[in-house]
Every structure is written in C-alpha cells, then in structure tokens.
C-alpha cells in the first residue's frame, strides 16, 4: 500500500480528523492543511484545522474559515503538516505533540515524532505529498488544486529554487488539469505587498552589513526601528531572501529582535550553493533546508546577537 492510500484510509475510518500546521504559517503547511482538510470532507470524514499563530494577510486566502472554526470531537485522528519538530507547533506543542498521529513532511531535518511518519525530504513541498493523497481520494477539484498549487510554488519560489525537481512540475500540470488558477495563486503569493512590507524593504537595503569581502550580508532589525518606521516583524519576513540577490552574496541572514522579548532574536538564512543553511542553523538549535533556514537566539542585547551572528557564519568562509 502506498503511503497516500494509507493515509486515506486512516481518514476514511476516523470519526473527525484534527490538522496542525506550524508556527508562522506559510503557504505549503496552509495550502496543504486547508487541501487536506477538503480531502477529508471528500472521503467523508469531518476535520479542523488548528494554526498556532494567525496567518499573514498575503495567506490568509488559503484558509478556508469553516474548517478553523469547525469544534472539536473526541478521538480525532490528528495530523501535522509540514512541521519538522515538535517545537514547531509552538504554542498547539504542549496540547497536541504526543498526540500526533500522521506527520507528513518534506524537511530533511525533521525529527521523528507522532505514530506514524511521511516524511520525503525529496519532495520541494509537503503539498506534494498532498497531492497524491488528493489523487487518491478523488478530491481533483478546482479549489483543492489551487490550495495544493499555492503550496508547491511557495516552496519552490514559483518553481525557481533548487528544490524544484520534474515531480514539482509534474505535480503542477496535474492541477492546472483539475482546474488551478496558477495566475492568480501567483499574484496573490508573489505580486502584492502592503505598505509596511515596502517599507521594510527599504529599510533591509538601507541597513545592509557586509562581511568576509561581500560573500556575507546581514541585516539586523531591532524592535525600536521598527516602531520609529511603523513595520512589524512579519513585514521583514521576506529580508533575507532580499538580502541573496546582491551580486557577490553567498550567505544572507536577518537578524530580528523580537517586540515581545528583546533578548531574543529570530535569525532567517538564505544561500548559494555549496553553502548549508540548515547546518548552520542547526547549531544554533533551529533547522530548515539546505538553501533556505531558521533559528531564534539569545544575547543581551542587538549589537551582540549580530556579532554572534556574523562569528558563525563567517566560519563557513575561513573553512
Ligand atoms: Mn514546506
């Protein structure tokens, strides 16, 4: 049996099946729970989908509000999508961690958790591995694949990332056949931006520090700029990513002081090849992907927490 018709047949004998996405949703762990979801209801079978934290405005098109607001039942089969580690269910961790069922996941970092495990580091997005649960249960509509679709090319950057293999591509022709909108998940994913993410551009470009003769760019943003220019946090979610395109860059990192703990900062990586982001974030106790990671760390204050920042990834240029 194939993982997919397991996984299908799993939902077809629950009473209820209960999805977890992961901390700072985006658009593969949304588009594949919202996906799942609708599956779910296909093969009769009610379900919810639980976020840990609001999705940004730019996402909020994936969530389907029926399925968040659908109660709970006794006995649900619960399934995470998309999240690597316990930790990453962030505040839905002490309720549901032990109680995870089905973990489907594509991070190569992934730590084992829940009875059973689909983890595929291969796949570029979980939505991929959504796909073929989809496939399976006949849940080939329009809205489905557009979920599935807005999942993939988030991951895959519109398809432009090194994780984007022929299956991405096959998996996208599929759902343009049962009816995606690929123009408009597109624009909606890639093509809008609010004010305020505007103005964090801005201000990753004006505060660019660069190091080991440009192959590394940081940017630190602590919480009082980010009040002086009226920006949130998740306005510079994109900062690192920005920060890859500098001619020269090997390595990008932002480095954000959080508003609600200053001594801890949220440190996003972005890099080229031959560079390991994930490994690199490993050792501050986050993960992610070879190309594209994450961590949170401690220092006393903004000045230290670039240091400590810049000291590590410059090793990875000394080497
Ligand atoms: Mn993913």
Known sequence: MTNAAYVCEQIKAAKAVCILCH??????????AFA??????????????LL?????????????????????????????????????????????????????????????FGRFCWVEPDAAA????????????????????????????????????????????????????WGANVADVAERLFDRQSVGECRAIGDVYANMRFACG?????????AERRAALGTT??????????????????????????????TKYRVSMRSRDPIDCAALCARLGGGGHVRAAGATLTAPGPAQAEEQIIRLCAEVFHA
């Open 23 to 32: 901390t700072r949703p985006d658009g593969d762990t949304l588009g594949s």
């Open 36 to 49: 799942l979801a609708r599956v779910c209801r296909v093969l009769g079978t009610p379900a919810r989908v």
């Open 52 to 112: 840990a934290d609001p999705p940004a405005a730019r996402l909020s098109f994936l969530c389907c509000p029926d399925f968040l607001a659908a109660p709970g039942q006794p006995d649900e089969l619960v399934i995470s999508v998309d999240v690597a580690s316990p930790a990453q269910l962030g505040s839905l961790c002490e309720t549901w961690c032990d109680r995870v069922d089905l973990k489907i996941d594509h991070h190569a970092t992934a730590v084992p």
């Open 126 to 177: 979980t939505g991929e591995l959504i796909y073929e649960i989809a496939r399976e249960a006949g849940a080939r509509d329009a809205r489905t694949a557009d979920l599935i679709y807005a999942a993939v090319c988030s991951d895959t950057g519109g398809f432009r990332y090194s994780n984007t293999t022929a299956r991405s591509f096959g998996v996208a022709a599929d759902l343009i056949l």
């Open 214 to 222: 440009g192959r590394l760019v940081s940017v630190l943003i602590p």
């Open 233 to 262: 946090e998740e306005d510079y979610s994109n900062a690192s990513a920005l920060l890859r395109t500098v001619e020269g860059v090997e390595l990008s990192v932002s480095i954000r002081q959080q508003s609600d703990q200053p």
